[in-house]
Each structure stands twice: as C-alpha cells, then as structure tokens.
Nanobody
Framework: QVQLQESGPGLVNPSQTLSLTCTVS??????????WNWIRQPPGKGLEWIGY???????VYSPSLNSRTSIFRDRSKNQFTLQLSSVTPEDSAVYFC???????????WGKGTLVTVSS
C-alpha cells in the first residue's frame, strides 16, 4: 500500500521560502510511470496544481507559479520536496502531495498540511 505524508512548518513569514517534504512509503519514487505532485487548496477555494517531479527526475511546474517553484527529491529517503519562494498571504493553503500514474489519475494522496503565511 502506497502512503504519502507531508511535513513542514505550519507558519511561514511573508517573503520567505516555504519548504514542504513528502515522504513516500510502499514503493520507490523512481518507479517507472509515476509522477509525484504538489497541489494546494486555499481556504474556500478549489484545488490548484503546483507541479511534479517525475520518476525520471524531470520537473514540470504550473506556469503561474513557475518562477517561484522548485521540486526536488532525495532518493535515499524516498522523499520529494517543494520549495516556494517569496511567499505572500495568498500562498496560505492546505498543501497536498499526490501520486499520478501515467495515463491515469492521481491515485494516492497525502492527508494535507496547512501552511499559513503571516508575520
């Protein structure tokens, strides 16, 4: 059974960098055909896709967040990390990590973690 767990600070100061890590169990993140995603949901709003790191290590980011986003992985720990720079209160949201199976849907999600951007 695949499980994903988000971790990181719940409070970030404006203009700083938000950093969250997703720890994956149940299979290596390098398994062919899987894409490891970050998605967020601001309070009262819908889901917003942020980006992914593929099994190959390639990354793709949302065009609206591309200039502030970095996703990288630690294969030894089976983790992938989101960094979002220059955050503002508008970046406050519940952040989820999720697995996308190639040519299918996101089939496994973490429970989500609330991040608030405030001084």
């Amino acid at each position: 059974q695949v499980q994903l767990q988000e971790s990181g600070p719940g409070l970030v100061n404006p203009s700083q960098t938000l950093s969250l890590t997703c720890t994956v169990s149940g299979g290596p993140i390098t398994t062919n055909g899987y894409y490891w995603n970050w998605i967020r949901q601001p309070p009262g709003k819908g889901l917003e896709w942020i980006g992914y790191i593929a099994y190959s290590g390639n990354t793709v980011y949302s065009p609206s967040l591309n200039s502030r986003t970095s996703i990288f992985r630690d294969r030894s720990k089976n983790q992938f990390t989101l960094q979002l720079s220059s955050v503002t209160p508008e970046d406050s949201a519940v952040y989820f990590c999720a697995r996308l199976q190639q040519d299918a849907a996101m089939d496994y999600w973490g429970k989500g973690t609330l991040v608030t951007v405030s001084s």
